[in-house]
């Protein structure tokens, strides 16, 4: 593939080229073995890949962690696939060390009994002051409808976001290579599921309340600020609707693996020092979510 002018073309794939296992400083291995893989993976942010040749990489780690006996890291283009489907490849690639002589296979799709979000019925006629608020809700659902989508034409036209920690510091200008740092941390996918169950609501609503309060800890607590009025924080979108030139300085994946919820964060090294206190906010909003359920499936059962 040359610069500037990629295309499909056949080529002979020789293995050794794309399988690479890195000798590590065996003091700083000894020392701090899950930053010695952290700091390995982020090295790999500053490193394009040889056009010359398919672009994809398998690095492998074999550096025992608080989690993983070892590391394996896939690294491709995007062109080959998405993150959805790479990891479905994997999976029906790999087999069990229980037990080898058993098939790949993807876990089954989960099951719904029913809608997620239950219609509030009409009251009948006779009931004026329920009518009217069952009226007046959908009143307001329309209008927060139109400014949403108000607001979404404007952000894709001309409407910028203001200046908060998690922008980068150079407005996304710079063209050059930025260290990127990559760190996860498991949630337990039972507890996100007792607080979907509790709250009549999505798995993905959970966890965009999870984000939303550690984004809004880790920034009260570095800003300082008290001031929430001229903050406009976007914690989930599905699709960017504006060009983006450039990585940004802040990016927020969430992987589900069996029973676990694994949260990744990519930060810009030098404008996220902390970027492990961040991590730990996602852990803390998780619980505190959790408790404030339980507290609340406790009131209503000593209520009800």
Known sequence: MEFGKPRWVQTTVNVDDHIIVPRLDPAAVACDPEKAVEDYVSSLSMHPMDRSRPLWEFHFLDIPTSEDTSTMVLRLHHSIGDG????????????????????????????????????????????????????????????????????????????????????RADGGSSKSHRHMRFLHRSLSLDDVKLVKTAMNCTINDVLVGVTSSALSQYYFRKSGDINTKEICLRSFLLVNTRTVSSRQAL??????YGNTAKVVLAVD???????????????ESMMLIKDATNFHTLKSIRFD
């Open 84 to 167: 959805a489907s790479v990891m479905t490849l994997l999976m029906a690639s790999s087999l069990s060390t229980a037990d080898p002589t058993r098939l790949p296979a993807m876990p089954p799709p989960p099951k719904r009994t029913g809608p997620i979000y239950q219609r509030r019925p009409r009251p009948p006629l006779s009931s004026g002051e329920a009518l009217l608020a069952w009226v007046w809700s959908y009143l307001v659902l329309g209008w927060n409808t139109l400014v949403d989508g108000v607001l979404l034409l404007a952000t894709m036209l001309f409407l910028s976001d203001p200046r908060t920690l998690f922008t």
């Open 251 to 256: 990016t927020v994946h969430y992987l589900n």
């Open 269 to 283: 090294d030098a404008q996220f020092s902390d970027c492990h206190q961040l991590l730990d906010d996602f852990v």
